[in-house]
C-alpha cells in the first residue's frame, strides 16, 4: 500500500492515515485477507466506526477513502457497491 501511495505522490500525513485505516480495518475482521472480504465488511467496519466510535464525518470520509484507495489502487477489486457508498 505504502509503494502505490507514493507512485501516486500523495502526502505523507496521507500515507500514515491510509495505512493505519486499513490495518485497524484487517484487524476489525480478525485478520482476514481483504481480498477475501469486500463491500459487506466495508460496511460493517464504517458502522462500527459511527455507531461505537462515534467518529466525525471527516474522519469517515477518510476512513472510507483509504478502504477505497486499497481495494481499488493496490488490490485492484472493483467491488459492487462500493461507488455507492455515503462518504458523509
Known sequence: MRIRIREKH???RTERAYVYWARWYIRFH???HPKEMGGP???GFMSFLVNERHISGSTHTQALCALL?????VLEMDL???TTMRTD
Open 69 to 73: 484507495f486499497l481495494y481499488k489502487s
Open 80 to 82: 459492487p457497491g462500493m
Open 10 to 12: 500523495y502526502n505523507l
Open 30 to 32: 480478525g485478520l482476514r
Open 41 to 43: 465488511e466495508i460496511q
